[in-house]
């Protein structure tokens, strides 16, 4: 009768872990699905040296 007992608990033990794996991963998820939603525009300005000719960021 305690394996019965023993087998309840680890049961219920994963269900627990399962409900809060599935949560994390809903969260997760969301998470992404609202940072690939709008790509942003990254935009550098250059700047030519005229000493060099090379081309720098402006700061």
């Known amino acids: 009768m305690s394996h019965l007992v ?3 608990l680890i049961g ?3 269900y627990v872990v ?3 794996v599935k949560r994390e991963m809903t969260r997760v998820a969301e998470i992404l699905r ?3 939603a709008q790509p ?3 935009e550098i300005r250059m700047e030519r ?3 060099t000719g090379v081309y720098r ?3």
Do not use: E, F, K, S
Request: hydrophobic share 45%; proline share 5%.
């Open 57 to 59: 960021d402006r700061r």
């Open 6 to 8: 023993g087998y309840a």
């Open 18 to 20: 399962a409900q809060v």
């Open 12 to 14: 219920a033990g994963v």
């Open 49 to 51: 040296d005229p000493v």
């Open 40 to 42: 942003v525009r990254v």
């Open 34 to 36: 609202t940072a690939n």
